[in-house]
């Protein structure tokens, strides 16, 4: 539809070359449309075959010949399960394209989807370098299921130029009387689909309930002939407008002459609100909105409508009366504003920001200090060495141990503390810094308490950064009080890599690195892109798996030779056997989420063989390390961890860093 095609439109008004491929024809509500492009309009009509959203294909021929074209980013406005989404990424495959790829996604449902469905939703999203989702719901979901970035939430979008309140339009006649008490009728708008899940059984018996309520129902669909019959005879079915479908044209006309719009949809186990378009157009025109609580509905309509739970008539009777009176200058006021943010200006601007972080595209503007965060457990007078030498930087101390000599220790050096009230792991801790920055948009250095590192050194970290457009993150040389350098670069743990050291070549492994996370630089723009740590990770791995995401959003890592810092090693715990149980955990968890079930099985049998092959040729401790290393995969590391009393110890509890088990996995 025309209408739909102004993202394509507000993109070439800020200047990116757009050229869009659409279906010929498509069947939208019951209607066939047809493809009409404007003088000029780069739009090619494709033809397809099937009508099912998910279940169609287009002619390839003109994709064909699309994708042997240069292209900064193509941009599939499909769902990551739908048939035309694996045919468009074949074509792509086949045809040598190497632009990255944005995906669409508005299913706020979790669903498992029968083969070969689940198969080609997974390789869409491994493949997929950026996501759009019309809803925060859409976008958790892609990311549980192997997305590697950060789904951005982008609203569909209203043209405001069409949509908004005519100059000198007088409020609907039910405002002032809801307002006053008065029994003057309160209109009450509803536009959709007329099919049960929509909730218009429960705005009828909100009517009832609420005598000043007068509907006007526009829209088609199976229960159009019952309504009038469900409003029985009397008072209400007088107070009950079925005005049949509305000409696109007409809609705001629609709007005009409502006190209030409502979308009290009703949530199915296979169907539930998306967005609502209809909420969005009402604001823009200055109607105050009341939706239900299903879906999506909370993020579009809360703060600038009043949402309700889902089949309660009596809740939204009581909240259209409010929102057509004492509310409603406070709603139209707000609702002006969200509409704004569905703006096609709006939505342009979210996806070029989209398309820019895809392309790694740093800000032209000069970079701001570095941010510095540390999360903390106890070891006080370790944490005090780690902070003076960055305490002129802007930094934020996450105490996951509450401790008040920790708080008056930040008072003193002048730095930020924040208390999340539980160890919810060092992920956890990153992450509630990250979601109150100090330094919008900053690059930020994460610091372990035993770790020290200077302020110049953390500038020379940034300048090897800066300097490489496709690092995600650098850290510096490590070394011991003694001066002993550890190693700070390592390869990403796969299968393939445990078979390797199950072989004893484990030296070998060649390919992509990462940066261990005790003294580690984290570029901005691949935070925005890749998003924060994964908090499944409560000890170890953490960095590994963020760095992985970003590696497979075409990010790298990189050590800074030049650069030192001290890593003490506070050396506390002294129960070894917790503390490998825990890595091996991680580990188990990193390969699981990444490789699936069956990579997982693959490297858990590369691992027991490795361990008992040597248990039988090493002797003394040794040897029986390696018994307890076979007994402790034969057993599985999740499950040995989960038998120990308590949650894991944090991982700066016993100064433990990811690199000191990775040297002592890879001997």
């Given at each position: 539809?025309?209408?739909?095609?102004?993202?394509?439109?507000?993109?070439?008004?800020?200047?990116?070359?757009v050229?869009?491929?659409?279906?010929?024809?498509?069947?939208?509500?019951?209607?066939?449309?047809?493809?009409?492009?404007?003088?000029?309009?780069?739009?090619?009509?494709?033809?397809?075959?099937?009508?099912?959203?998910?279940?169609?294909?287009?002619?390839?021929?003109?994709?064909?010949r699309a994708?042997?074209?240069?292209?900064?980013?193509?941009?599939?406005?499909?769902?990551?399960?739908?048939l035309?989404?694996?045919?468009?990424?074949?074509?792509?495959?086949?045809?040598?394209?190497?632009?990255?790829?944005?995906?669409?996604t508005?299913?706020?449902?979790?669903?498992?989807?029968?083969?070969?469905?689940?198969?080609?939703?997974?390789?869409?999203?491994?493949?997929?370098?950026?996501?759009?989702?019309?809803?925060?719901?859409?976008?958790?979901?892609?990311?549980?299921?192997?997305?590697?970035?950060?789904?951005?939430?982008?609203?569909?979008?209203?043209?405001?130029?069409?949509?908004?309140?005519?100059?000198?339009?007088?409020?609907?006649p039910?405002?002032?009387?809801?307002?006053?008490?008065?029994?003057?009728?309160?209109?009450?708008?509803?536009?959709?689909?007329?099919?049960?899940?929509?909730?218009?059984?429960?705005?009828?018996?909100?009517?009832?309930?609420?005598?000043?309520l007068?509907?006007?129902?526009?829209?088609?669909?199976?229960?159009?002939?019952?309504?009038?019959?469900?409003?029985?005879?009397?008072?209400?079915?007088?107070r009950?407008?079925?005005?049949?479908?509305?000409?696109?044209?007409?809609?705001?006309?629609?709007?005009?002459?409502?006190?209030?719009?409502?979308?009290?949809?009703?949530?199915?186990?296979?169907?539930?609100?998306?967005?609502?378009?209809?909420?969005?157009?009402?604001?823009?025109c200055?109607?105050?909105?009341?939706?239900?609580?299903?879906?999506a509905?909370?993020?579009?309509?809360?703060?600038?409508?009043?949402?309700?739970?889902?089949?309660?008539?009596?809740?939204?009777?009581d909240?259209?009366?409010?929102?057509?009176?004492?509310?409603?200058?406070?709603?139209?006021?707000?609702?002006?504003?969200?509409?704004?943010?569905?703006g096609?200006?709006?939505?342009?601007?979210d996806?070029?920001?989209?398309?820019?972080?895809?392309?790694?595209?740093?800000?032209?503007?000069?970079?701001?200090?570095?941010?510095?965060?540390?999360?903390?457990?106890?070891?006080?007078?370790l944490?005090?060495?780690?902070?003076?030498?960055?305490?002129?930087?802007?930094?934020?101390?996450?105490?996951?141990?509450?401790?008040?000599?920790?708080?008056?220790?930040?008072?003193e050096l002048?730095?930020?503390?924040?208390?999340?009230?539980?160890?919810?792991?060092?992920?956890?801790?990153?992450?509630a810094?990250?979601?109150d920055?100090?330094?919008?948009?900053?690059?930020?250095?994460?610091?372990?308490?035993?770790?020290?590192?200077?302020?110049?050194?953390?500038?020379?970290?940034?300048?090897?950064?800066?300097?490489?457009?496709?690092?995600?993150?650098?850290?510096?040389?490590?070394?011991?009080?003694?001066?002993?350098?550890?190693?700070?670069?390592?390869?990403?743990?796969?299968?393939?890599?445990?078979?390797?050291?199950?072989?004893?070549?484990?030296?070998?492994?060649?390919?992509?690195?990462?940066?261990?996370?005790?003294?580690?630089?984290?570029?901005?723009?691949?935070?925005?892109?890749?998003?924060?740590?994964?908090?499944?990770?409560?000890?170890?791995?953490?960095?590994?798996?963020?760095?992985f995401?970003?590696?497979?959003?075409?990010?790298?890592?990189?050590?800074?030779p030049?650069?030192?810092?001290?890593?003490?090693?506070?050396?506390?715990?002294?129960?070894?056997?917790?503390?490998?149980?825990?890595?091996?955990?991680?580990?188990?968890?990193?390969?699981?989420?990444?490789?699936?079930a069956?990579?997982?099985?693959?490297?858990?049998?590369?691992?027991w063989?490795?361990?008992?092959?040597?248990?039988?040729?090493?002797?003394?401790?040794?040897?029986?390390?390696a018994?307890?290393?076979?007994?402790?995969?034969?057993?599985?590391?999740?499950?040995?961890?989960?038998?120990?009393?308590?949650?894991?110890?944090?991982r700066?509890?016993?100064?433990?860093?990811?690199g000191?088990?990775?040297?002592?996995?890879?001997?």
């Amino acid at each position: 539809m025309d209408e739909w095609r102004g993202r394509e439109r507000a993109l070439g008004d800020l200047g990116v070359d757009v050229v869009l491929l659409s279906a010929r024809r498509w069947h939208a509500g019951g209607t066939e449309v047809e493809l009409r492009p404007d003088p000029g309009e780069a739009v090619t009509g494709v033809a397809t075959l099937g009508r099912h959203p998910a279940l169609f294909a287009y002619d390839p021929r003109p994709i064909w010949r699309a994708l042997g074209e240069r292209w900064d980013v193509i941009d599939l406005h499909e769902e990551p399960f739908a048939l035309a989404t694996a045919e468009v990424l074949l074509l792509r495959m086949l045809r040598g394209q190497r632009a990255p790829v944005v995906l669409y996604t508005a299913q706020n449902l979790r669903k498992r989807y029968p083969v070969p469905f689940r198969w080609l939703e997974r390789w869409a999203l491994r493949t997929a370098s950026g996501i759009s989702a019309c809803n925060a719901e859409a976008a958790r979901i892609v990311q549980e299921k192997g997305f590697a970035g950060r789904a951005r939430v982008i609203p569909l979008g209203v043209d405001l130029d069409r949509f908004r309140r005519a100059e000198g339009q007088a409020d609907a006649p039910g405002r002032t009387a809801a307002a006053t008490g008065d029994d003057a009728p309160i209109i009450v708008g509803f536009l959709g689909r007329l099919v049960p899940e929509k909730g218009l059984g429960v705005l009828l018996e909100a009517a009832a309930r609420e005598p000043r309520l007068h509907l006007r129902i526009g829209g088609s669909g199976p229960m159009a002939a019952d309504l009038a019959e469900r409003a029985g005879p009397g008072d209400l079915a007088e107070r009950v407008e079925l005005v049949g479908p509305v000409d696109p044209d007409d809609v705001v006309d629609f709007y005009a002459g409502l006190d209030a719009v409502t979308m009290p949809s009703l949530p199915t186990p296979s169907w539930t609100e998306q967005f609502g378009r209809v909420a969005v157009e009402a604001m823009a025109c200055g109607v105050p909105v009341v939706s239900s609580d299903a879906g999506a509905l909370p993020d579009v309509v809360g703060g600038a409508g009043l949402v309700v739970p889902a089949g309660d008539a009596a809740a939204l009777a009581d909240a259209l009366v409010e929102a057509a009176g004492p509310r409603g200058d406070e709603l139209r006021a707000a609702g002006a504003v969200r509409a704004a943010e569905c703006g096609w200006d709006a939505v342009g601007r979210d996806y070029l920001d989209l398309y820019r972080s895809i392309l790694h595209e740093a800000s032209a503007a000069p970079a701001p200090p570095v941010e510095v965060i540390v999360v903390a457990y106890g070891s006080t007078e370790l944490l005090r060495r780690a902070l003076e030498p960055v305490a002129g930087l802007p930094a934020t101390v996450v105490d996951n141990s509450s401790l008040p000599e920790i708080a008056r220790l930040c008072d003193e050096l002048g730095v930020r503390y924040l208390d999340p009230g539980r160890n919810g792991g060092f992920a956890a801790g990153v992450n509630a810094a990250l979601a109150d920055r100090l330094v919008p948009g900053a690059d930020v250095l994460l610091l372990n308490p035993d770790a020290v590192v200077s302020a110049a050194d953390v500038a020379a970290l940034q300048a090897a950064l800066r300097a490489d457009e496709d690092l995600a993150s650098v850290g510096p040389v490590q070394v011991d009080p003694n001066g002993r350098a550890a190693r700070v670069e390592w390869p990403f743990p796969s299968p393939g890599r445990t078979w390797l050291e199950a072989l004893g070549l484990g030296r070998l492994a060649d390919g992509p690195r990462f940066v261990i996370g005790s003294v580690l630089l984290l570029r901005a723009e691949a935070l925005y892109q890749v998003g924060g740590l994964d908090e499944r990770f409560f000890l170890y791995a953490e960095e590994t798996d963020w760095a992985f995401r970003a590696h497979r959003l075409g990010w790298r890592h990189a050590a800074v030779p030049e650069v030192r810092a001290l890593h003490v090693g506070a050396g506390t715990s002294s129960d070894s056997a917790r503390r490998e149980a825990h890595f091996h955990a991680s580990q188990e968890r990193y390969l699981r989420k990444h490789f699936g079930a069956a990579g997982w099985q693959w490297a858990r049998t590369g691992q027991w063989l490795g361990a008992m092959a040597r248990a039988i040729a090493l002797p003394g401790e040794r040897g029986l390390d390696a018994r307890r290393r076979a007994a402790l995969y034969r057993l599985g590391p999740v499950r040995v961890e989960a038998r120990f009393p308590s949650a894991p110890p944090p991982r700066n509890a016993a100064g433990d860093d990811p690199g000191d088990a990775q040297s002592e996995h890879a001997a």
